[in-house]
């Protein structure tokens, strides 16, 4: 994979915020802190990055109704730049984190798995009893798994 792999784990600095765009697909974004402490000196110090994070489809919705502000989590994913004017129409560029994965983090915490049907709508429910359908609207499979089940 030719792709620029990052993995990432931090607490959430916000709620995911999930919007749709027109064609249907959810897209949910948002903040991760990163810390790292280190000894100089027989001193601790501590350093914190953040970074904004970028999901889509179903793993956008997942994320969005699991995840809130503090929550520590796993985030696997690619870098990507984007250019974009402000509202003075100053050309700014953002580096953010687009997911592949994200999942909570065990160290300090316990999650329960609720595994959901797979349908071929972009939307929220499991209309006609999951698995994707080869044609017509639904969403395009998976680049990595295609139509397989992930369990």
Do not use: C
Not at 1 to 10: E, F, H, K, P
Not at 105 to 127: M, N, P, Q, T, V
């Amino acid at each position: 994979m030719a792709d620029s792999t990052i993995t990432v784990v931090g607490n959430l600095t916000r709620d995911p915020e999930l919007r749709f765009t027109t064609g249907g697909r959810g897209t949910a974004n948002f903040g991760i802190a990163v810390s790292r402490r280190y000894q100089v000196n027989n001193e601790w110090q501590e350093q914190t990055s953040f970074f904004n994070i970028v999901a889509w489809g179903t793993l956008a919705e997942n994320a969005a109704a699991s995840l809130n502000k503090g929550h520590r989590v796993i985030v696997t994913g690619r870098l990507e730049q984007r250019s974009y004017d402000d509202k003075e129409g100053q050309k700014k560029s953002i580096v953010e984190i687009v997911a592949d994965e994200i999942g909570p983090s065990l160290r300090w915490a316990r999650a329960e798995i609720e595994k959901i049907a797979r349908d071929s709508g972009g939307g929220s429910g499991g209309s006609s009893g999951g698995g994707a359908s080869a044609g017509g609207a639904g969403r395009a499979p998976d680049p990595v798994y295609g139509d397989e089940e992930p369990f």
